[in-house]
């Protein structure tokens, strides 16, 4: 898929070093992640080729390199909820506001549509205001808040979750698989 100069594919492995450049900073300087430790490349490789599997990871590019990133997973490892899917997405803070997260999540949740997935899921460490908007403008709506659930640089963060229909409310048909 490409949006003016940005583009966004299906990840590997090989993009796991570009994905842990862009996610350094969130780790290291903000509670937006919710992780103390960067994770290693080979960490991150792991987490790419297992989550593209079962549910998706894209990489943004801006002229031919990665500057973001969007993936899926369980939003909780049990049979019932296995047709929710938790989203994330990280773009390098340079490249904000130029539309790339909009085209990442935009072919995030059609993959996820197109696998079977119902119901997306969002954890927005607050404040946030840029991820609360950008999830809005998405058709994300509020869900709820957790208080004070997360510490991270000394002090508990609320965080609030926000959620979006992928597909209908009929009975699944089957589990979610990829596309073929
Ligand atoms: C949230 C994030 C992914 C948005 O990515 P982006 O590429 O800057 O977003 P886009 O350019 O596609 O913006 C799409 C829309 O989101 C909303 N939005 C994005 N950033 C916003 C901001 N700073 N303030 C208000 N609205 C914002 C707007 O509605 C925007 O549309 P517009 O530019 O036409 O007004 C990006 O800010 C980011 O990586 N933030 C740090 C990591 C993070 O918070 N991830 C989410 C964790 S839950």
């Not at 992780?35 to 080979?42: A, F, G, L, M, Q």
């Not at 002229?63 to 899926?72: L, M």
């Not at 909780?76 to 490249?95: H, N």
């Not at 999830?135 to 208080?147: K, N, Q, V, W």
Request: glycine content about 10%; overall charge negative.
């Amino acid at each position: 898929m490409r949006a003016g100069d940005v583009s966004v594919r299906g990840a590997s492995a090989k993009d796991a070093a570009a994905c842990v450049a862009v996610y350094r900073p969130y780790v290291e300087d903000t509670a937006i992640s919710w992780e103390i430790d960067v994770p290693t490349v080979s960490e991150m490789a792991a987490r790419i080729t297992g989550l593209r599997d079962t549910h998706e990871w894209l990489v943004l590019e801006h002229d031919d390199r990665v500057v973001g990133f969007a993936y899926a997973q369980p939003l909780k490892r049990l049979p019932a909820l296995q047709w929710s899917a938790e989203t994330g997405i990280y773009v390098d803070a340079a490249q904000h506001r130029i539309g790339g997260g909009v085209a990442l999540y935009t072919e995030l949740l059609r993959r996820l549509a197109g696998r079977g997935y119902r119901r997306a899921v969002a954890g927005i460490t607050q404040p946030n205001e840029a991820s609360n908007a950008f999830h809005r403008s998405l058709g994300f709506d509020d869900a709820g808040l957790y208080r004070r659930v997360l510490w991270k640089f000394g002090g508990w963060h609320d965080v609030a979750w926000m959620q979006r229909d992928l597909l209908d409310d009929g009975e699944p048909d089957g589990a979610p698989r990829p596309i073929e």
